[in-house]
């Protein structure tokens, strides 16, 4: 099992454009979330996925948007980026929901130019 | 709301000597903490978990519902500790909330 596995690993990106990231869960787990690390700072939570719906969402514009496939694997979409948005995308997967203890993929690392 | 404070940003010691990793919290009910740990060129990975109140590497974590706290804590310090470390809160079936991290720098 390769675990948590994210694509791409790094991007970049003009201000104005669209991006989309890629997550696979790891095997058995159904539910991931996603989340933002800026340079210097923890995770921030962005929202999470279970069931193929969005059950929760953190403080993030309507710009960050995702979908949650089938066979659990799950899509990151950003409109309109900004500067600010440059980060690294963490995403996590865990089994049943958020109770579960979350497994973290390597990241994919957005520059926005 | 929740949050979590890690007031150091970097700690160092010599190995060999004790270690403590701060942690403090904010949360109105009955938080579930973590400790996450990033060695260099690893992915974040979790280190303990409250309700398991195990040792994990030597480390140990309780938690303080009066001072609400859960400081990560090792008497002897291994060069192999050094990384970087979050605490993270959860509850009420939210998801993780993550401090802002403290480098551990255990020198030789």
């Known amino acids: 099992d390769a675990g948590v596995t994210q694509s791409p690993t790094h991007l970049i990106k003009t201000r104005g454009q669209q991006v989309t990231l890629r997550c696979s869960p790891k095997?058995?787990?159904?539910?991931v979330s996603w989340y933002q690390q800026a340079l210097g700072q923890g995770p921030q939570f962005i929202f999470q996925?279970?069931?193929?719906?969005?059950?929760q969402r953190g403080n993030f514009p309507d710009r960050f948007s995702g979908h949650q496939f089938p066979n659990y694997s799950s899509e990151l979409n950003v409109n309109a980026l900004l500067l600010g948005d440059s980060a690294l995308y963490l995403c996590?997967?865990?089994?049943?929901?958020?109770?579960?203890?979350?497994?973290f993929g390597p990241g994919t690392r957005l520059t926005v130019l | 709301a929740q949050r979590v404070t890690q007031p150091e940003k970097l700690l160092s010691v010599f190995k060999g000597a004790p270690v403590e990793l701060k942690c403090n919290y904010s949360?109105?009910?009955?938080?579930?903490l973590f400790w996450y740990v990033q060695y260099s060129r690893q992915r974040l990975q979790l280190l303990l978990r409250?309700?398991s109140r195990e040792s994990i590497k030597g480390f140990t974590a309780d938690l303080n519902k009066g001072e609400t706290s859960f400081h990560l804590k090792k008497p002897f310090a291994q060069e192999e500790d050094s990384a970087m470390y979050y605490c993270?809160?959860?509850?009420?079936?939210?998801?993780?909330?993550f401090g802002s991290g403290t480098r551990l720098q255990v020198q030789p």
């Open positions: 996590a997967s865990s089994w049943g929901g958020s109770e579960g203890t979350q497994y």
């Open positions: 095997s058995g787990h159904d539910t």
């Open positions: 996925y279970y069931e193929e719906e969005e059950r």
């Open positions: 993270a809160l959860t509850g009420g079936r939210r998801a993780l909330t």
């Open positions: 409250h309700i």
């Open positions: 949360y109105s009910g009955s938080p579930e």
